[in-house]
């Protein structure tokens, strides 16, 4: 990592946090740099579900046979997406613990979803989008008209969730990031249509001192997201038939993928 750090100009005192899988080796990378390190977003929400919903043995049988169809669909011909194929038939309790999941989990998935934005999931989002997930379950176990079933599970969940939590919230930089969105001055302020905070901030004149800590906060990522895409990226470019790209030119044709957008080309 230092090698890579050294190669781009990038001093250790510039990098404000890493964010990291649950690899003991990044983990340990990152101890070694003395550099503060920010477990995925992404990944604590999917280990939450795996330490509730994932065990329960009253849907992993149901879980098993979407992830099937979903397979299947993936890889198979228009012609036997038909509603007679028994390949892609769910039982009755199938589709009621889908119904279920479905409710219940809505705040996971549109959390995961969001955090995982390519451009717009700083480490900021984290703590509000654990208090907004908090909330959303406190709404559905105060939903009368729903069962015993999505009321234990969004128990289940919410208690994992707040305990594998507990590292973000006591963390400092997250703190310390979320703590600037609630400067008096700033929350004074007018909204703005603009969604984008890199905009917001890049534009704005009115807080030189809170630009100068997003430009430096808002570049830690909330999820591993994108460093994954650039292993699909790769994955296209350096096909069989050409083999024979340097890995100079393979950097470079990897880079240009992925930022054309941003550089606006």
């Known amino acids: 990592m230092e090698e890579v750090m050294s190669s781009y100009e990038i001093p250790n005192e510039r990098v404000t946090a890493i964010t990291r899988d649950r690899g003991t080796n990044v983990n340990n990378m990152c101890d070694l740099m003395s550099v503060p390190s920010i477990h995925c977003f992404s990944h604590v929400l999917q280990l939450a579900l795996g330490d509730t919903v994932y065990k329960n043995q009253k849907y992993t049988k149901s879980i098993d046979n979407f992830k099937r169809i979903a397979r299947k669909i993936r890889k198979s011909s228009v012609e036997i997406l038909t509603i007679d194929n028994p390949d892609l038939t769910l039982t009755e309790s199938d589709w009621k613990i889908a119904k279920i999941l479905m409710y219940v989990l809505a705040p996971i998935s549109e959390t995961t979803t969001a955090a995982q934005h390519r451009f717009l999931s700083p480490c900021s989002v984290i703590i509000p989008a654990l208090k907004l997930i908090k909330f959303k379950f406190q709404e559905i176990l105060e939903d009368h008209s729903i069962g015993e079933d999505e009321k234990t599970i969004t128990t289940e969940v919410l208690e994992v969730l707040e305990t594998r939590g507990r590292n973000y919230l006591s963390m400092k930089t997250l703190r310390f990031v979320t703590f600037v969105d609630e400067i008096q001055q700033y929350c004074a302020t007018p909204p703005t249509s603009t969604a984008d905070p890199f905009t917001f ?21 909330a999820t591993s997201a994108e460093s994954e895409r ?17 890995e100079g030119a393979l950097e470079k044709y990897i880079f240009c993928n992925a930022n054309i957008t941003a550089l606006d080309i």
């Open 201 to 221: 901030w890049r534009e704005n004149q009115n807080f030189p001192r809170l630009k100068s800590m997003a430009q430096k906060l808002l570049a830690v990522a």
């Open 230 to 246: 650039l292993f699909s990226i790769a994955g296209q470019i350096c096909v069989p038939k050409r083999n024979r790209i340097g």
